[in-house]
């Protein structure tokens, strides 16, 4: 039974996600009744039993338990009573705050080194959701790529590593998860930027158009925009100095974009597919086999490192990109697809600001790859 001698500790999601990327032992215990997604990470056990059953019997609960437990709900509601069931038990439990929803908003840092003098690049990972942004910075100026909602961690983030943000850009209208760029922009004063073809789809709010080939000046390094389509007409990756690109949702270190977002049905789908076919043929793999790849997103999950590959070996990796006919490549790629991201459509209209900005649209992991 619940014990009012045992307080429910707690500990945030961004805590909880440091201590599982150093590896710490820990078991999760996600007490939803529907727990279809949660918490990943390497070092973790996962356990689901729904919090009414922990309730009814904590004793046995208790007893299936070993070392810390993080207990987690949808809000961090559920999961009070639960900790201090728990607790009462001799379990060493915590709860976490903000549940699951205070999880898929939880962001991590994380260093890239590009080897160009003077020039900060930092990947922020959201692991509730597997969605990467970055962080661009030399000579007091930061462009920050396709950054989550929580716009004053971007601007905090910044400020850390001596700069202010002069710019922020959407690699494309996103279907999977809701951008921070207006409110960023917002914020900082930044100048806000679009693919071009973004407005093309239908933006209803003031931008600026950033074509192929334009370059963003960041201090004392280029940055050029490099026109991506396949997973979108818009999709527009970022050469960063000549030596990195960045890819959003076009070549993932592990796979390959979905195209069947924008144009859904199957004729669509086949057409945007040989398109991404010869992007990818034509624009990525002609780059050095050195260039380093930051993708737009990566498996949902704790990472101690940043998630980046080297073009060699993303290209030794994906098996497709030795898919020479576009239309063989297309039909591969469409044989895999993965259910199509919650609220998609919805979430591409608050995003091009024709639909009001709801949280609550983001749910689970992200699905913009094919795997």
């Known amino acids: 039974m619940t014990s009012s001698s045992a307080p429910a500790i707690s500990i945030t999601a961004a805590d909880l996600a440091e201590r599982l990327a150093h590896g710490a032992p820990l078991t999760v215990l996600d007490v939803r009744d529907d727990a279809a997604w949660g918490i990943e990470a390497p070092g973790a056990t996962t356990r689901h039993l729904p919090a009414r059953a922990v309730l009814n019997d904590p004793s046995a609960a208790a007893s299936g338990l070993d070392g810390a437990v993080a207990v987690v709900c949808n809000r961090g509601l559920a999961a009070k009573g639960v900790t201090q069931a728990l607790r009462a038990e001799g379990v060493d439990a915590m709860l976490v705050e903000g549940g699951m929803r205070g999880w898929i908003g939880t962001l ?3 260093p890239v080194d590009l080897g160009l003098d003077g020039l900060s690049v930092l990947q922020v990972q959201r692991p509730g959701r597997g ?6 910075a030399s000579g007091g100026q930061a462009l920050v790529v396709d950054p989550a909602p929580d716009a004053g961690f971007y601007t905090a983030l910044a ?26 922009a917002a914020q900082s004063g930044a100048r806000l930027r679009l693919p071009a073809l973004a ?24 940055v050029r925009a490099l026109a991506l389509p396949g997973h979108t007409t818009d999709m527009t990756g970022l050469l960063i100095g000549e030596r990195a690109l960045v890819t959003g949702d076009s070549l993932f270190a592990d796979g390959i974009a979905r195209p069947d977002l924008q144009q ?35 498996h949902p999950g704790v990472n101690a ?17 030795q898919i020479d ?9 469409l044989a895999e697809m993965p259910p199509r991201p919650a609220n998609y459509e919805t979430v591409i209209a608050a995003n091009a600001g024709t639909h009001p900005f709801d949280p609550e649209l983001e749910t689970g992991g992200n699905s913009c790859s094919t795997r």
């Open 108 to 110: 991590q840092t994380r």
């Open 199 to 222: 407005l093309e789809r239908g933006v209803a709010y003031t931008v600026s158009p950033l074509h192929d080939g334009d370059t963003i000046q960041i201090g004392a390094v280029a």
């Open 325 to 333: 006919d576009a239309a063989e490549f297309a039909e591969a790629l």
């Open 131 to 136: 969605c990467l942004s970055y962080v661009i």
């Open 264 to 298: 859904g049905d199957p004729a669509g789908a086949r057409e945007m597919g040989r398109t991404l076919h010869a992007t990818l043929h034509d624009r990525v793999l002609t780059l050095s086999d050195d260039t380093i790849l930051l993708p737009g997103h990566t």
């Open 305 to 321: 490192d940043a998630i980046t590959a080297r073009l060699a070996a993303v290209r030794a990796a994906v098996p497709e990109l």
């Open 159 to 184: 400020a850390e590593i001596g700069a202010t943000v002069s710019d922020v850009v959407d690699t494309h209208l996103h279907a999977d998860h809701l951008s921070g760029t207006r409110a960023l």
